[in-house]
């Protein structure tokens, strides 16, 4: 006979106490909803050039997704819709949007596209064609963009996120270090140093500790929780299957968090939430009206007419601005039809529509399942994908949490930390091996295309812990000890997931190819250095210079214990 899984009350910690409590004079929640965010980009900084091509990641996430998101909440707060989400910021997108060099470098590239915008007005006020009314949008959203980045948050995207988390709309989590795959990393130490650096830069750059972590790739391993201990981390993101296949089986499904026996929360993934947005066949984004991601006016417009718009080589590239609309999945990229925003923006309400109703539904069958328990329906998404790969995305927000607000169904909008906050028992389970990348578990990262990298990144990972150990109780100098600092950020670079994901998609991989060789080269000429005990001040000045993240990181968090 089947034993009953365990369920226990866990203790947890005081929420902030600038945090609203999610208690209200609403309906009693028929379901709980947790909408999650995770914003992340690689660590991309090329000061020895005047730009550089890769540094655009940023620039486009900035401009499409995170100032939008933050317009966003921003109106749907004053106006008491009480928006509530999670949302996942990466420490290395942290240190890159607290840049001065790239904050710099991001304002030169919103001023160059709304001059260019201003050219398309011109251009476009001839056609009778929807194009007019979509350059007006861009020029309209670049101008708004510009106006809340100089003058609303002074150039500082984290405070725009810092001030929506003091406002009870953003619980902010953070990620490992560098987006490293944890499952893939040799060394506890290495593991732990991942975790441990995240921790500090968040509460250097958000000045509170994170309640939650979200692996890289939603990663896990049996185990991995432990490197969660004496941070003050109480939970985690995985994918369904996770849970689904733990032991013993979870007796809410997903539609409940369960706990690791060292105490640990665990949220998973609602399947139907992600099928409705990620779908390449029924997601919402998919949809024809929307705008096409691939046509671009940096590849359709005359070379002369866009030359003074393109970096300094004068190659053609993805400016943001594009005319035409998916049409139609079979349609070849020159028969798509033009962009109507006005009927995009009727389509996103629909779908928001939908979505808040599928939620009611949805939350009708599971309570009749559960017996009238009130299930809990997670829905994470790479925050990229609103404003981004789906420039409608940040519409559907703003719709989605206006449907909630005005319906006062009972769905409620919480976050993890709210969940645990109510003080419900939960299941004591062992979550299985998993990720959240094609085919479940780690194949997109360790295969043909990759296997090489990880022999070096070993190699790697144990040298840290020794010099570190070596250093542990004998003081080094001053040089000796920025040395050992950077290699360890040389390491931390090199374990990014990110290298692995292009090499498996084939999608930047030169650059992939070039960034972890970079990082592991100069890691082992720091480490060669440090044990000969001659640090080349010059050439360390110059790797600081490149690679500058993480100031505070110490060293000896690497020691073995």
Sequence with gaps: MESTPPISTVERRAPPEDQPPITSHRPPAIAYFSLVLH???????????????????LFEAITEVYLPLISCLRKLDEKRFAPR??????PTLCEMLADPLLQTRYERHLDNLLTLTEKELSRTRRDATHSHSTARMYHESLASALKLWRDA???DVLRGF???QSAGVLEIITCCATHGFLPLISTQEARRAQVVVAVASHEKHFRRKP???WFPECAYEPGLEKYLAGTGLEYFITDTHAVMFGDPRPRYGVHAPVQTPAGVAVFARDLETGRQVWSAESGYPGDPVYREFYRDLGWDAPLEYILPHLHRDGARRHLGLKYHR???????????????????RVRAAEHARHFVAERLRQARRLRETFKGRTPHVVAPYDAELFGHWWYEGPQF?????RELGRQNSG?????PGDYLDLGLAIQTQQPAQSSWGAGGYFEVWLNEKTSWMYPHQHAAEAKMTALADRFNHVAPDETMRRALAQAARELLLAQSSDWAFHLSHETASEYATSRFRTHLRRFFKLSDEITRGQVDDSRLVEYETRDNLFPELDYKIYCSR
Excluded: Q
């Excluded at 914003?39 to 000061?47: D, E, K, W």
């Excluded at 999945?329 to 006005?342: C, I, Q, S």
């Excluded at 769905?411 to 976050?415: D, K, L, M, Q, S």
């Design 39 to 57: 914003a992340h980009l690689p660590f991309v900084r090329h000061p020895e050039h005047p730009e550089f091509l890769e540094e655009d990641w």
């Design 85 to 90: 989400l999670t949302l996942t910021v990466s």
């Design 153 to 155: 948050l002074e150039r």
């Design 162 to 164: 810092r001030e929506l």
């Design 211 to 213: 309640r939650g972590i």
């Design 326 to 344: 998916i049409t139609g999945r079979n349609v070849p990229l020159h028969d798509k039809e033009l962009y109507d925003p006005a009927a995009a």
């Design 397 to 401: 927000l703003d719709f989605v949490f």
């Design 411 to 415: 769905v409620r909008a919480i976050t």
